[in-house]
C-alpha cells in the first residue's frame, strides 16, 4: 500500500516512469498497474488488494499431518518439511514449511540446556555444603509449615519438595 502511494505521489511531481520504478524498486508495468487503479478509482482503490494467489498444495493433506505433528512434534523446520516430503511427496521450502505450521497454530517452542553437575572437586563440595547447610534447612521449615518457599525456577533435583 506504501509503495503504491508513493508511487503515485512520484508521479504528480511529474518524474519519468523509469525513475519512479527506480525510486520505488517495482517494474514499469507495475507502476502502470499502481496509475489505472488510481485513475480508475482513486485511493480507495489502491487499498483493495485483489490478489488471490495460488491455494496450498498442502491443505488437503491438513488434518494428516496436524495429527502426525501433534503425535511427533518435529525437533526443526528442517525436519518438518522432510515429513511432509515424506508424507506428501510435496516438497517445500523452510519458510513454506514455517508458514503453514503456523497457519495451523503449531508454535516453535525455544529450548535450552539444563546445566550439568560442577565437574570441579572444590564447586562439587560447594554445592553439596550450600545444599545441606542452606537449602534442605528452608525446605524443611517449608514442609513443616513454618515458612513459605517461593521458587523462582522450575524444580531440579536439588529443590524439589518430594
Not at 45 to 61: I, M, P, S, V, W
Not at 99 to 128: C, D, M, S, W
Not at 138 to 147: P, Y
Request: hydrophobic share 30%.
Amino acid at each position: 500500500m506504501q509503495k503504491k502511494i508513493e508511487a503515485i505521489y512520484l508521479k504528480s511531481h511529474n518524474l519519468p516512469h523509469k525513475l519512479i520504478s527506480k525510486i520505488c524498486n517495482i517494474s514499469s508495468v507495475t507502476l502502470s498497474s499502481y496509475l489505472k487503479q488510481y485513475s480508475d478509482g482513486g485511493i480507495e482503490r489502491l487499498k483493495l488488494n485483489l490478489h488471490k494467489g495460488r491455494e496450498n498444495q498442502l491443505e488437503e493433506y491438513r488434518q494428516t499431518l496436524e495429527e502426525y505433528f501433534t503425535e511427533n512434534p518435529p525437533h526443526s523446520t528442517r525436519e518438518a518439511a522432510k515429513v511432509i516430503e515424506e508424507k506428501t511427496g510435496i516438497k517445500r521450502g523452510l519458510t513454506q514449511v514455517r508458514e503453514f505450521l503456523k497457519k495451523h497454530k503449531f508454535k516453535y517452542r525455544k529450548t535450552a540446556i539444563v546445566p550439568g553437575k560442577a565437574i570441579n572437586k572444590e564447586f562439587i563440595n560447594e554445592q553439596e555444603l550450600f545444599k545441606k547447610e542452606e537449602l534442605e534447612p528452608v525446605l524443611d521449615e517449608g514442609k513443616n509449615g513454618r515458612r513459605e518457599v517461593f521458587l523462582w525456577m522450575p524444580p531440579t533435583s536439588y529443590t524439589s519438595l518430594s
